[in-house]
């Protein structure tokens, strides 16, 4: 980089690279009405961590070399090592008034440094370990805010927070290749069925990558299998209720990926859906609760 590329990217501010996405236009619920008022100011300090972040690294006009430096901006003042940024001091505070592991944030960084420098996935294994600093770091932290015993809440977690970044890759495929120009339908699965990357540009899926859009995502229910068990492992009743309605809103979209197209369907649940099966799945894990022991939903999950 010259020095004035240099002077460039130290003169821009993380605050205008924000895209003005906030937690109520994700997918998914974050920090809903169900979790407890004294744990919501961590989590929402996360998730403007993590935001900033995100949109760095989607920036459309920076150049790569700026987003990694940017990126790097942000750990440096998460860690104490660099300039203030306010979304960084809001988290950090946070972490050490509750005691709280920074390393989950910096995971994420890895992730967002990943999308600037690797756009291409070769295996599920691949996409998996990108899911390990992208999602799963995420549901850690919440459990970490509320108290939850790692060893027992983690494996399931980490299947459900896998499951929602794939979920996201699939509905999203054409996008974030047309945009961004990744592709997280990966080369073994695309190569099984005779397809290629540039199939994403098609206004309809070809045969050969529908087919290895409809691979992953049976690949993703399996993940959902694993997490069904989370909401029961929950010590705290209000998180039990927002992981059920998170794993009901999970698996009606992967229901509607078995079928529809995204390149050219509307995956996305529409906001009478969502909420439906958000009650729903926030009901039944609540009723589970309240007619079944502890003891036997423990032992169901083993």
């Known amino acids: 980089m010259s020095e004035a590329e240099g002077l460039g990217c130290c003169m821009i501010d993380i605050a205008d690279t924000s ?12 920090a809903s009405v169900l979790i407890a008022p004294r744990h919501r100011a961590p989590i929402m300090a996360f998730y403007d961590f993590v935001r900033a972040a995100d949109d760095i690294s989607d920036h459309p006009t920076l150049a790569p070399q700026q987003k990694l430096d940017l990126l790097e901006r942000l750990d440096a003042a998460l860690m104490e090592r660099g300039p203030e940024e306010p979304v960084a001091a809001r988290l950090r505070e946070q972490c050490r008034e509750r005691r709280l592991d920074p390393q989950h944030a910096r995971d994420l960084l890895t992730a967002f440094i990943r999308d600037v420098t690797y ?12 899911c390990r600093y992208s999602a799963m770091p995420v ?28 979920i996201n890759h ?3 495929c054409a996008k974030d290749y047309r945009d961004l120009d990744r592709v997280y339908v990966t080369a073994q699965a695309l190569d099984a069925h005779g397809g ?25 229910e399996a993940l959902l299998d694993q997490s069904r068990v989370f909401a029961d492992l929950l010590e705290d009743t209000r998180l039990a209720m927002e992981v059920g309605a998170i794993q009901a809103l999970a698996e009606k979209l992967v229901a509607r990926l078995r079928t ?7 995956v996305h649940a529409g906001k009478l859906g969502f909420a439906l099966a958000g009650t729903k799945g926030a009901a039944g894990a609540l009723l589970r609760r309240l007619t079944r022991p502890r003891a036997a939903i423990a032992d169901a999950a083993r």
Request: glycine share 6%; with cysteine.
């Open 260 to 266: 529809a197209d995204p390149l050219c369907d509307n």
């Open 119 to 130: 756009l291409r996935y070769r295996d599920w294994d691949d996409l998996i370990d990108y």
């Open 196 to 220: 290629d990357v540039e199939m994403l540009g098609a206004p309809r899926a070809p045969a050969p990558l529908l087919a290895a859009i409809r691979d992953l995502n049976e690949k993703t």
């Open 19 to 30: 895209s003005g996405k906030t937690h109520r236009d994700e997918n998914f619920p974050v």
């Open 139 to 166: 549901g850690r932290f919440v459990c970490d805010v509320h108290g939850e015993d790692a060893g027992r809440v983690w494996p399931a977690n980490d299947a459900l927070c896998a499951a929602l970044q794939i």
């Open 170 to 172: 699939l509905q999203d």
